[in-house]
């Protein structure tokens, strides 16, 4: 409807009478909800549109604090007469689960690599270790970024970490330093992994289906993009 149709329709309203006024109503109704639904489309449509790759500087400040939140909690841990227990997993599962596999991979990695320059370590760097971190990484947003957080979706990214990253690839490059015998390291490492895949698994459970920290990740991760 034009604004004449609508004036026109007006000065007839004293003649109407019943049904012709009713229709008339409706119509001056219809008229304004879709005036209000195509300023409303114009107003989105015009709007500029973030780029998938773009981060805001509060989520770069994220992405630090949980780096730095790596590096500290894989310096304090639990010591058992088999393994070692440390949670410096759960900045990484929480990066993939804001901000996705590259994100999470990448700082992962820069982890790694800024936890030797800061604090050393033992026999020197060596960068399978750094492969395998930015792997695990990956893994965690593949797994849980824009998904719906199911127990098996836990079940499947601890497993893969556990299998392909720990026991394969860690083992490997463990082999290639010590020169140890593989029938030494892997029942050992075995045990180990074991142990934490249960831990990771609780653990990332936890995180990531607590009704609390559920609003705090929708406001900040890029899933809602």
Known sequence: ??????????????????????????????????EIFEMNNNFYSNRPKRSKWEIRTIEIVIIGILIAMNIALSRVGISTPIVRITFAFLPIALLGILFGPLIAGTA????????????????????????????GGVAYGFFLHRKNIHWWRIAAVVAFNTIFVNLTLNTIWILILTGNPLGVILPIRLAQNALTAVIHFVTIWFLATNPQLKNVYQKFSTAKK
């Open 108 to 135: 992962a990695a820069f982890s790694d690599l800024l936890a030797f320059v800061l604090l050393g370590g033992v026999g020197g760097f060596f960068p399978g270790f750094t492969v395998s971190a930015f792997i």
């Open 1 to 34: 409807f034009s604004e004449d149709s609508l004036t026109n329709v007006g000065l007839l309203r004293s003649n109407c009478s019943g049904r012709k006024l009713y229709r008339y109503h409706y119509a001056v109704r219809e008229f304004k909800l879709k």
